[in-house]
């Protein structure tokens, strides 16, 4: 996500955004707004999120556009996070008498593309863990029920997390329990997601909406080598199905996020239950955590909780989340942090 802007002395004479993978980068889009409004881009200052790229891609480097323009100065905020690109565009503009100011609100920069700048250095997928849950840390009751535990502003907020994110992850218990379709919805359209299952013995049922919908080519579900032959074979009919091997009993998960980061999947949503959510949080996969909390108290040894698993043997053990933020939704609160 990259913005730009034209200036020339004290008028924005051009402005644009990159709007998708393969399509022209922002530099590109604010010289294309400048000419469509008849002003000449010589001589501006180009203000921009992201270092200029200097390398052919799927597109042209703008460092090209960008001296082809003869503009005289160049301020950016946050570097190209790729070690074999980071300064280069600064190094070629430089080389060319162009003035470069960088590190502007570097840090904001930087927080709008977090989870490709993760994939990038890590060739793995930024993972957040959502939950919405009881003041008590409850998802559901004993028997399952969870509709709807938080209001409408608050779950409203959880389908723009759903929408950022490139894959949504639930538990086969979760797809049992609610048959979710996790999907996109109540933004202008209903937008198909990419939907992980795990699922470690075949268990999700062909009549269930992630495997039945007209979304199913965008599920997968992930078992094990032990799921039974016939339930892979008929789940391998409808979806896509991933055999991933084992680590302690369960899928192995850094496997799962490496074949993910090789698919280019550069961010996944977690939204439990609370097996799933353990699995990431106390095993050290999640990098961010968006837990909805609303108030009411459920209570019950046996109601279900937001993280499960066997949980930790010491306080000293507990999953740290650090810059935690707190922000309001309706009658519910939001609390979101990375986790240390």
């Known amino acids: 996500m990259v913005g730009a802007v034209l200036v020339k002395g004290t008028k924005v004479i051009g402005q644009g955004w990159h709007h998708r993978a393969g399509e022209p980068h922002a530099e590109i889009e604010a010289l294309r707004d400048a000419a469509a ?57 430089r080389r ?9 609100l570097a840090e904001e920069a930087a927080l709008l593309n977090e989870a490709f700048n993760h994939w990038i250095l890590h060739q793995t997928p930024l993972v957040t863990v959502k939950a919405a849950m009881t003041l008590d840390g409850k998802i559901a009751t004993a028997s399952g029920e969870s509709k709807w535990i938080t209001g409408a502003e608050a779950r409203a907020y959880g389908m723009k997390l759903r929408h950022g994110a490139d894959a949504v992850f639930v538990g086969v218990n979760t797809v ?55 339930r892979v074979a008929a789940l391998a009919k409808r979806v896509n199905v991933w055999v991933a091997p084992e680590r302690d009993g369960k899928i192995n998960l850094p496997w799962l996020m490496k074949k993910l980061g090789a698919e280019q999947v550069t961010s996944i ?60 939704l309706g009658r519910d609160l939001l609390l979101t942090a990375r986790v240390s």
């Open 37 to 93: 409004k008849g002003n000449d881009p010589a001589g501006a200052i180009l203000y921009v999120t992201l270092e200029p790229c200097s390398t052919h891609g799927r597109t042209p480097p703008c460092t090209e556009a960008i001296l082809a323009a003869r503009i005289k100065k160049v301020v950016v905020g946050a570097t190209d996070p790729n070690p074999a690109h980071s300064g280069e565009g600064f190094r070629l503009l």
């Open 96 to 104: 060319k008498g162009i003035e470069i100011v960088s590190g502007i």
């Open 176 to 230: 049992l329990a609610d048959d979710p379709g996790l999907t996109v919805r109540g933004l202008k359209v209903q937008s198909p997601k990419r939907r992980i299952i795990l699922d470690s013995q075949a268990r999700t049922p062909l009549s269930a909406k992630v495997v039945a919908d007209e979304f199913r080519k965008y599920t997968t579900v992930v078992v094990t080598r032990s799921a039974p032959g016939r």
């Open 269 to 328: 949503l977690v939204e439990g239950g609370g097996e799933v959510n353990a699995s990431f949080l106390l095993g050290g996969h999640a990098h961010r955590v968006a837990f909805f909390y609303a108030p009411l108290v459920l209570g019950g040894r046996d109601a279900r909780k937001g993280v499960a698993g066997e949980g930790v043997q010491s306080l000293a053990e507990m999953v740290k989340l650090r810059d935690v933020e707190w922000r309001r």
